[in-house]
């Protein structure tokens, strides 16, 4: 008999969305009328069409696929061409970031890489983490073996956590300690935070002295309003050396069932074997997409290339501008009915505070029992996420103006779960 990989039963993070959704069930099976108007701002998945650009680049796409003169089989491992000098053109050389072409490398999304990237990362690293955090980074470590065994706070033994709490706007200052791979995302999920360019730059300064490594999730930077935030770990000096940036089409082109993302890898990265000797970290990760992935399919290329076409700009643009609109309007709302609200300006994530002396979990409850709106209780993000429930802005603009109807018309009695 095969012997399993036990990491996986120290897994606990599980646990979040299967109870969510057990409890909802269960309501909605008790109460099959208030089941109807259900509204669930819990998962960051898209709602609305993709962007028309695609949509007509990824059907001329299945169209050359359909003669022989014009037909693809497999595609390069790392991404065509035409797709990742796009992306370094627009996303980087554009703002002053010298990326070279071949420093991108196309995949099916930025979760799939965060996970992915360990591959070519040792096992004797110490890994730090922020909390609260997308549970992805944590998971990813306790299946690679990473981590020591759970604690009852759901935290894992042998990860250094970075908290994240109101006194520091959500944004964590490097650590007295030592750590040799640190996770960072901003935009941040699921706070909403956003790192100010000193912030960053001391991560930077931090990574440099430690020879760590960054890794830099930024996902929902095409949510970035203050023109002073940076939208790339590499806007600050000296990121080349230690940096490796995750970017996604998901939330900014729609892409979530599409799949289309990507990771910066500069060749000026290194990491040391046990010997002590610094290799660049770029040959690896090439080699690791060549020998187990075929790559991202054509027509979704082509789809993702549209989006840096005029039109899918202003496409992409008016996403962003109606799920920012979702924000601002839920955000409002979540005031009015009492609570303490925090992100939703930069990102499409807004992080409430639960009245005092509730928990996540009885705020869950409350939502769903009085207003049939499904939030995140915070508590499923970490620790420090306890006290804290995440609202998506990730709904139609009628689902976001009722759920601010409701929370508008919630008074603060009715809270008490």
Same mark, same amino acid.
């Given at each position: 008999?095969?012997?399993?990989?036990?990491?996986?039963l120290?897994?606990?993070?599980?646990?979040?969305f299967?109870?969510?959704?057990?409890?909802? !069930?269960?309501?909605?099976?008790? #109460?099959?009328?208030?089941?109807?108007?259900? +509204?669930?701002?819990? $998962?960051g998945?898209?709602?609305e069409?993709?962007?028309?650009?695609?949509?007509?680049?990824?059907?001329?796409?299945?169209?050359?696929?359909?003669?022989?003169? /014009?037909? !693809?089989g497999?595609?390069?491992e790392?991404?065509?061409?035409?797709?990742?000098?796009k992306?370094?053109?627009f996303?980087y050389?554009?703002?002053? +970031?010298?990326i &070279?072409?071949?420093?991108?490398f196309?995949s099916?999304?930025?979760?799939?890489?965060?996970?992915? $990237?360990?591959?070519?990362?040792?096992?004797?690293n110490k +890994?730090?983490?922020?909390?609260?955090?997308?549970p992805?980074?944590?998971?990813?470590?306790?299946?690679?073996?990473?981590?020591?065994?759970?604690?009852?706070?759901?935290?894992?033994?042998?990860i250094?956590?970075?908290?994240?709490?109101?006194? #520091?706007?959500f944004?964590?200052?490097?650590?007295?300690e030592?750590?040799? @791979? *640190?996770y960072?995302?901003?935009?941040?999920?699921?706070?909403?935070? @956003?790192?100010?360019?000193? =912030?960053?730059?001391?991560?930077?300064?931090?990574? !440099?002295d430690?020879? %760590?490594?960054?890794?830099?999730?930024?996902?929902?930077e095409?949510?970035i309003?203050?023109?002073?935030?940076?939208?790339?770990?590499?806007? $600050?000096?000296?990121a080349?050396?230690?940096a +490796?940036?995750?970017?996604?089409? %998901?939330?900014?082109?729609?892409?979530?069932?599409v799949?289309?993302?990507?990771? *910066?890898?500069?060749?000026? @990265?290194?990491?040391?074997?046990?010997?002590?000797?610094?290799?660049?970290l770029?040959?690896?990760?090439?080699?690791?997409? %060549?020998?187990?992935?075929?790559?991202?399919?054509?027509? @979704? =290329?082509?789809?993702?290339?549209?989006?840096? /076409?005029?039109?899918?700009?202003? =496409?992409?643009r008016?996403?962003?501008?109606?799920?920012?609109g979702?924000?601002?309007?839920?955000k409002?709302?979540?005031r009015?009915?009492?609570?303490? *609200?925090?992100?939703?300006?930069?990102?499409?994530?807004?992080?409430?505070?639960?009245?005092?002396?509730?928990?996540?979990?009885?705020t869950?409850?409350?939502?769903?029992?009085e207003?049939?709106?499904?939030i995140?209780?915070?508590?499923?993000?970490?620790?420090?996420?306890?006290?804290?429930?995440?609202v998506?802005a990730f709904?139609?603009?009628?689902?976001a103006?009722?759920?601010?109807? !409701?929370?508008?018309? &919630? %008074?603060?009695?009715?809270?008490?779960?």
């Amino acid at each position: 008999m095969a012997y399993l990989n036990e990491n996986y039963l120290k897994l606990q993070a599980g646990y979040l969305f299967p109870e969510i959704a057990r409890r909802v !069930r269960r309501f909605s099976e008790e #109460n099959p009328d208030a089941a109807r108007r259900l +509204i669930r701002c819990g $998962i960051g998945d898209v709602t609305e069409p993709l962007p028309r650009a695609a949509i007509e680049a990824m059907k001329a796409a299945a169209e050359e696929l359909g003669n022989r003169e /014009s037909f !693809r089989g497999y595609g390069p491992e790392q991404g065509y061409e035409f797709l990742r000098s796009k992306i370094a053109q627009f996303d980087y050389r554009n703002r002053g +970031i010298e990326i &070279a072409d071949d420093e991108i490398f196309l995949s099916d999304g930025s979760k799939c890489d965060c996970g992915h $990237i360990l591959d070519i990362l040792g096992t004797q690293n110490k +890994i730090a983490i922020t909390d609260p955090v997308y549970p992805v980074y944590v998971d990813t470590n306790v299946m690679a073996g990473h981590t020591g065994p759970v604690r009852t706070d759901g935290s894992y033994e042998g990860i250094l956590y970075l908290p994240c709490t109101i006194e #520091n706007n959500f944004v964590p200052e490097p650590p007295q300690e030592h750590a040799d @791979v *640190v996770y960072l995302c901003f935009p941040n999920n699921p706070t909403g935070a @956003v790192a100010s360019r000193a =912030q960053l730059t001391s991560w930077v300064q931090y990574a !440099r002295d430690h020879d %760590s490594l960054l890794l830099f999730d930024a996902a929902y930077e095409g949510y970035i309003r203050d023109p002073g935030i940076p939208h790339s770990i590499f806007e $600050i000096d000296g990121a080349r050396e230690c940096a +490796i940036e995750f970017r996604s089409f %998901s939330k900014t082109g729609g892409f979530t069932g599409v799949r289309c993302g990507f990771t *910066v890898l500069p060749k000026s @990265v290194l990491a040391r074997t046990e010997n002590g000797k610094k290799l660049a970290l770029h040959p690896l990760w090439h080699r690791r997409w %060549s020998t187990k992935s075929n790559g991202v399919s054509y027509p @979704v =290329q082509r789809g993702a290339e549209a989006l840096y /076409s005029t039109e899918g700009r202003e =496409q992409v643009r008016a996403l962003v501008d109606h799920y920012m609109g979702n924000a601002r309007i839920l955000k409002e709302a979540a005031r009015v009915a009492g609570f303490a *609200v925090h992100g939703g300006t930069n990102a499409p994530y807004i992080w409430v505070e639960t009245r005092p002396g509730q928990t996540s979990w009885q705020t869950f409850d409350w939502m769903l029992r009085e207003l049939n709106v499904v939030i995140t209780p915070g508590c499923g993000f970490g620790s420090r996420g306890e006290g804290f429930f995440r609202v998506s802005a990730f709904n139609s603009r009628a689902s976001a103006e009722e759920v601010a109807r !409701r929370l508008r018309n &919630a %008074s603060a009695s009715d809270s008490r779960a």
